[in-house]
Nanobody
């Protein structure tokens, strides 16, 4: 069984910062891409940031220059540093990891349970 656990969410004022963490535990052979997604009420889940195993990153224009994704391969952890937060960043944030639980397995996507981020004065 593999589990992703997110932490670091909460309430922050506009212009503030938060750092999300997501740690994977369980039987894992390797992890390829890691990413963060978010879903606001009444909206579809959207990409926030992704990072490959060698550190290449992708951001949508909505967060580029404000958010930064990083990872620790030794600890199977991914981080999301969020700066200059805006009310429109309010959403439930989910981490996702594409991993192999054993050698030769086709990569599977594993999702965290989600964590609330609220940006409000």
């Amino acid at each position: 069984q593999v589990q992703l656990v997110e932490s670091g969410g909460g309430l922050v004022q506009p212009g503030g910062s938060l750092r999300l963490s997501c740690a994977a535990s369980g039987s894992i052979f390797s992890i390829n891409d890691m990413g963060w997604y978010r879903q606001a009420p009444g909206k579809q889940r959207e990409l926030v940031a992704t990072i490959t195993r060698d550190g290449s990153t992708i951001y949508p224009d909505s967060v580029k220059g404000r958010f930064s994704i990083s990872r620790n391969n030794a600890n199977n952890t991914v981080f999301l540093q969020m700066n200059s937060l805006k009310p429109e960043d309010t959403a439930v944030y989910y981490c996702k990891m594409q991993m192999q639980r054993y050698w030769g397995q086709r990569g599977i996507d594993v999702w965290g349970q989600g964590i609330q981020v609220t940006v409000s004065s």
